[in-house]
């Protein structure tokens, strides 16, 4: 199994830019979770989904922060228009169900910086 | 709110050395408690899982105990080697249907050769 993917691994780009963050789950599991990782604040939940639906997006820091799940193998985390204080890594999850037992897997992470 | 702690936010050993990693958190209304792994530039990997009902649970070198009504868990890890350097998250899942998890800042760990 190739485990989560994210891509890109590393994107810089310009204050006021839109910034698209991908992510495909690991194939069957049907749960995916953004987090976001800064060193003040530690990994952050932004958002997840179960089947496909948004369940939670309180984590979502404002407006310009969107996410879709279009089908069961991809997502998107997308921020327009992005800022400097968005600079962090970006991790995408995925889990096999919503039992107890079972445990996210992460992918590698995006590094975003916003200058 | 749950908010999960960790203590200390580094550490470093000498290799061969036992030793014991600390997380809280303030709910005490959980549905698990996870250990997981960071290597530098790298993604998480989950060490071990301890569900609500359990008390601990052990994997090779690595055991993680849960108290949950004190809101408490450790993570011992037995004669210590330089590859266990890495910073050690705890999360919880928090009760009342979430499914994201809440994650401690974690402790950083430099084991010396």
């Known amino acids: 199994d190739a485990g989560v993917i994210q891509s890109p691994r590393h994107e810089v780009t310009e204050m006021g830019q839109e910034v698209t963050l991908r992510c495909k789950p690991i194939?069957?599991?049907?749960?995916l979770f953004w987090y976001r990782q800064t060193m003040m604040r530690g990994l952050e939940l932004l958002i997840y989904?179960?089947?496909?639906?948004?369940?939670?997006d309180s984590g979502m820091p404002e407006d310009r922060f969107s996410a879709k799940m279009p089908n069961a193998s991809f997502s998107t985390l997308k921020i327009q228009p992005s800022e400097p204080r968005d600079s962090a890594v970006y991790f995408c999850?995925?889990?096999?169900?919503?039992?107890?037992?079972?445990?996210?897997?992460f992918g590698p992470g995006t590094r975003l910086l916003v200058l | 709110k749950q908010e999960v702690t960790q203590i200390p936010a580094a550490l470093s050993v000498p290799e061969g050395e036992n030793l014991v990693l600390n997380c809280s958190f303030t709910d005490s209304a959980i549905y698990n408690l996870q250990w997981f792994r960071q290597d530098p530039g790298k993604g998480l990997t989950s060490l071990l899982l301890?569900?609500?009902?359990?008390r601990e649970q052990t994997s090779g070198r690595l055991n993680a105990s849960l108290d949950k009504s004190s809101g408490r868990s450790t993570l011992y890890i037995a004669a210590s080697q330089p590859g266990d350097s890495a910073t050690y998250l705890c999360?919880?899942?928090?009760?009342?249907?979430?499914?994201?998890?809440?994650f401690g800042k974690g402790t950083h760990l430099i084991i010396q050769p």
């Open positions: 999360a919880v899942r928090s009760g009342g249907g979430a499914d994201g998890l809440t």
């Open positions: 989904f179960n089947n496909n639906v948004p369940i939670d």
């Open positions: 194939s069957g599991h049907n749960s």
């Open positions: 301890i569900q609500s009902s359990q």
């Open positions: 999850a995925s889990k096999r169900g919503t039992a107890n037992q079972e445990t996210q897997y």
